[in-house]
């Protein structure tokens, strides 16, 4: 799939690291670092603009090593970018954990995952088919 991107960052283009990966890092474009305090939210530019095909969107995602090793994270995961949006890519970022975070221009924040979707319409109905598991839901199939 080929999709459209103007790159106003000082880094190179987002990229598969591997051949079987499912997204691609983003990394922070900043003319100087930002202090991400514990519980403190800001949002990050990546100098990425793209321009989707109708029926995907992108999803803006957490990378595992930075949420496991630093407690910081996408805040709104996954972020949704649709296929109409045409302003720069920004990532809500959280401190999670309890000391400061230095975030610097380049650093890999997030990642992007391409994804394809349907459109629901809505069948409105006075009874919703029976199944095995019903209304069970949180734990209800167990741990």
């Known amino acids: 799939m080929n999709i459209q991107i103007i790159n106003k960052s000082k880094h190179k283009l987002p990229s598969y690291e591997t051949i079987a990966s499912a997204g691609m890092d983003l990394r922070a474009n900043l003319d100087s670092s930002i202090t991400l305090k514990p519980l403190e939210r800001t949002i990050v530019k990546t100098g990425l603009f793209i321009a989707l095909p109708i029926g995907t969107e992108a999803q803006v995602r957490p990378r595992s090593g930075l949420a496991a090793k630093k407690g910081v994270t ?5 972020g949704t970018i649709d296929a109409d ?11 999670l954990s309890n000391e400061n975070f230095e975030i610097n221009d380049g650093e890999r924040i997030a990642q992007l995952v391409i994804a394809k979707h349907k459109r629901a319409d809505w069948v409105v109905v006075s009874e919703l088919d029976k199944t095995k598991r019903g209304a069970g839901g949180f734990g209800s199939t167990g741990v």
């Open 74 to 78: 996408v805040l709104n995961a996954p």
């Open 85 to 95: 949006y045409r302003g720069e890519i920004g990532v809500i970022l959280i401190n």
